[in-house]
């Protein structure tokens, strides 16, 4: 599962950014919103696509406004080398939106959601079907206290410049002083 690490830039975390805020807009536009050439900002997406950085342009969905206001985060204790097994179950249950392997006394947690408590509860019990399920957990979300996020991440460090970059490296040197 180890993936090569790249070393993003002050100009791949712009553009990140850009693309975050302004998730419909082409690389004419993202040009002139981080005021870097076209074709630049074209190579770099492409790269940053390319190297799995950037892994989505879909549209972020809020779920409850989709007919799903209830979230739930389930724990499960799985028997023993049946990961495999576990992820192709889960992955067949439409209400799973994410599934983690795990340290810790669980095995899998998982993000759940469904369109009332009745619809948790039936799903729970199709999870707890599940052969390899030996033990499951729940707990219901109540609200939204930090959505999902990548930006101050990237953010929280110092990042280089780039060096072929001439437009960006100007922007770059005239935001320090």
Do not use: W
């Amino acid at each position: 599962m180890e993936q090569s690490r790249r070393k993003l830039d002050q100009l791949d975390v712009l553009l990140i950014r850009a693309l975050a805020e302004n998730p419909r807009a082409g690389f004419l536009e993202l040009s002139r919103i981080t005021k870097v050439s076209r074709a630049t900002v074209q190579a770099r997406v492409q790269r940053l696509e390319t190297d799995g950085v950037i892994i989505g342009h879909g549209p972020d969905i809020d779920l409850a406004a989709a007919g799903y206001p209830v979230l739930a985060f389930v724990t499960l204790e799985i028997a023993q080398g049946r990961l495999d097994e576990i992820a192709q179950e889960l992955g067949r249950l439409p209400e799973v939106l994410e599934a983690h392997a795990t340290t810790g006394l669980s095995d899998v947690h998982c993000k759940v959601a469904a369109p009332s408590n009745e619809g948790l509860q039936e799903t729970l019990l199709r999870i707890d079907r599940i052969p390899s399920v030996v033990r499951s957990t729940s707990i219901i979300a109540l609200s939204t206290v930090v959505a999902p996020r990548y930006l101050p991440l990237l953010t929280a460090q110092p990042r280089p410049v780039p060096s072929r970059v001439p437009a960006y490296q100007a922007i770059a040197h005239s935001s320090e002083e």
